[in-house]
């Protein structure tokens, strides 16, 4: 073989082949940490779901107000805290004494670190999903017994299609929804 042709026909495909493959598991491995199921990143006080949401059984949305009437569930202010911690565990605990009080004294807020994002491009809305009867289990796994709220499922848009192509297992049996959205613009606007 000419010396032109080997280059031709061998060495720049094997070479288009291996970077194709470096980028691909370079992609794979360096995606953002938050995306990643088990993403469990440090928050700036302990907080468990389980002592609250399990043990004394606070609901849901006494603490995620929003959750059937807006895109965000939000994440309560301090000042919910406080309707219960003014009485509860103050004296003698030095995390709520610290943090928790410190914090409303200065009224500054607390500085959450989100467990679940999804990028801007995507629109998503708690309400719609809330409202058609998906628990908040479904999406977020067993809360209740999360001493240290972790990501249970990978919000990718083939995790919502797989949802929204047959969604009925996941909606109480009566619901008349028969199916989710999947044309791009529904979640890209
Ligand atoms: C269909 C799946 C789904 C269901 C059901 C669901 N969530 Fe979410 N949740 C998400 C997604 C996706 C995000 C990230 C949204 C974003 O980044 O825009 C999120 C984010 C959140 C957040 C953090 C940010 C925010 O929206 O304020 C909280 C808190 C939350 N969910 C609580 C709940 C609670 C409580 C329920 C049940 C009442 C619930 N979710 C039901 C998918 C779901
Ligand atoms: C509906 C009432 C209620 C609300 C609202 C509430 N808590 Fe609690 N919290 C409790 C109860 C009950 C306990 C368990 C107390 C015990 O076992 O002594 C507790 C325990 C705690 C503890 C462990 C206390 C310790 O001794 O170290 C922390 C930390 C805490 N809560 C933080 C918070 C934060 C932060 C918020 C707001 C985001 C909040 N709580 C909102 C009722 C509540
Ligand atoms: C006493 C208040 C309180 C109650 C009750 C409560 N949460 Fe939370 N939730 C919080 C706080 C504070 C955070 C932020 C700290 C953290 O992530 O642990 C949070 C965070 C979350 C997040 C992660 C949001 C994100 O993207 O960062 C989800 C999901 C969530 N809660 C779901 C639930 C579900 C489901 C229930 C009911 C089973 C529930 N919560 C009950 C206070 C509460
Ligand atoms: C477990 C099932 C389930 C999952 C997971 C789910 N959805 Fe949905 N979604 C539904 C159902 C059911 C509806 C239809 C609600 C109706 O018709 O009232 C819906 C409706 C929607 C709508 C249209 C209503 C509106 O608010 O505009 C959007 C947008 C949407 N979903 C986005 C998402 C995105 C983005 C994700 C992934 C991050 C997702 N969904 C994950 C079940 C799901
Ligand atoms: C049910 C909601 C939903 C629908 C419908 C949807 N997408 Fe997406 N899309 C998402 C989510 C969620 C992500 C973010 C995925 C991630 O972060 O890994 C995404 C990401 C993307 C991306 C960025 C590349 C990537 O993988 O992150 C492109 C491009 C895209 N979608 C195109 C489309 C097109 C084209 C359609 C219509 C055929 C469509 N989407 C329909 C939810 C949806």
Redesign the pocket.
């Known amino acids: 073989m000419h010396p032109r042709d080997r280059f031709l026909y061998i060495v720049v495909p094997l070479g288009v082949v291996a970077v194709l493959t470096t980028m691909l598991v370079v992609g794979r491995t360096a995606e953002p940490a938050r995306y990643a199921v088990g993403y469990a990143p440090e928050q700036p006080i302990p907080f468990s779901h389980r002592v609250h949401a399990g043990a004394n059984r606070v609901p849901c949305q006494y603490c995620h107000t929003n959750a059937d009437r807006s895109r965000s569930a939000t994440i309560p202010a301090v000042q919910t805290c406080m309707n219960c911690h003014r009485y509860i565990s103050m004296a003698d605990s030095d995390v709520i004494q610290k943090a928790v009080v410190a914090r409303l004294q200065i009224d500054a807020p607390l500085k959450w670190e989100r467990v679940y994002h999804?990028p801007d491009h995507?629109?998503?809305?708690h309400r719609?999903?809330v409202n058609?009867g998906?628990q908040c289990a479904?999406?977020h796994g067993d809360v209740k017994r999360m001493d240290v709220l972790t990501r249970v499922m990978d919000?990718r848009m083939g995790?919502?299609l797989a949802?929204?192509r047959g969604?009925s297992r996941?909606?109480p049996p009566e619901s008349p929804?028969k199916k989710?959205?999947t044309d791009c613009t529904?979640?890209h606007r």
């Open positions: 999804l995507v629109f998503f809305d719609s999903h058609a998906v479904t999406c919000l995790t919502c949802c929204h969604p996941y909606l929804i989710g959205p529904a979640c």
